[in-house]
């Protein structure tokens, strides 16, 4: 069964860093492009970020560009969000999400975890 | 940059109605990179339609998704209980803002 398990949100405040988890099981990790999605309070799914399988390739949003860094330990089956700079519009839940194919195409996110809380606030 | 817009913003029906939610691209995007999702307070978003029009794995038949170019639908057939919740479309990594199925 593929699980994505989400961790590290906590309050934090503006200007402050954190670092996201998102452990991953029930299928080739390394294989898959795995992607960070958030949802500010009352708002629809915003796009983050995105990593590919080996990790060589990697992609933000404009609204996190410079702040943000994506990583992955394909030998820990973990993939990671570093957050620098926070702002009080980056408080959210915070998503990973798996592409369903190998390749870095978006066709659709197959599976998701259940997120994280990030609070952003003095 | 692609703007989808989802309407309407939230849709009133009961048990047993059909419901039809649309999604119009602000330019002609490929069905291949369309997907809907359907999104619970508390849950992980779960993928229902991809490719404009093929269900995911699991998805009951009275989800289906039309469409080609700009606009784009998804259809409950029949709603069950279990549906009322936030749906989403995607094209490749831009998000619609979602439609609210509420029971009327």
Redesign the interface.
């Known amino acids: 069964e593929v699980q994505?398990v989400e961790s590290g949100g906590s309050l934090v405040q503006p200007g402050g860093s954190l670092r996201l988890s998102c452990a991953a099981s029930g299928f080739t990790f390394s294989s898959y492009p795995i992607?960070w999605?958030r949802q500010a309070p009352g708002k629809?799914?915003?796009?983050v970020s995105?990593i590919s399988g080996s990790g060589g390739s990697t992609?933000y949003?404009d609204s996190v560009k410079g702040r943000f860094t994506i990583s992955r330990d394909n030998s820990k089956n973990t993939l990671y969000l570093q957050m620098n700079s926070l702002r009080a519009e980056d408080t959210a839940v915070y998503?990973c999400?798996k592409e369903?194919g190998r390749v870095l195409?978006?066709?659709?996110?197959?599976?998701?975890?259940?997120?994280t809380l990030v609070t952003v606030s003095s | 940059e692609i703007v989808l817009t989802q309407s309407p913003g939230t849709l009133s029906l009961s048990p047993g109605e059909r419901a039809t939610l649309s999604c119009r691209a602000s330019q002609s995007v490929s069905s291949s990179y369309l997907a809907w999702y359907q999104h619970k307070p508390g849950q992980a978003p779960r993928v229902l339609i991809y490719g404009a029009s093929s269900r995911a794995a699991g998805i009951p038949d009275r989800f289906s998704g039309s469409g080609s170019g700009t606009d784009f639908t998804l259809t409950i057939s029949r709603l069950e209980p279990e549906d009322f919740a936030v749906y989403y479309c995607q094209q490749y990594r831009t998000f619609g803002q979602g439609t609210k199925l509420e029971i009327k």
């Open positions: 994505l992607n999605v629809g799914l915003e796009w995105v992609y949003a998503y999400a369903f195409a978006a066709t659709n996110f197959d599976y998701w975890g259940r997120g």
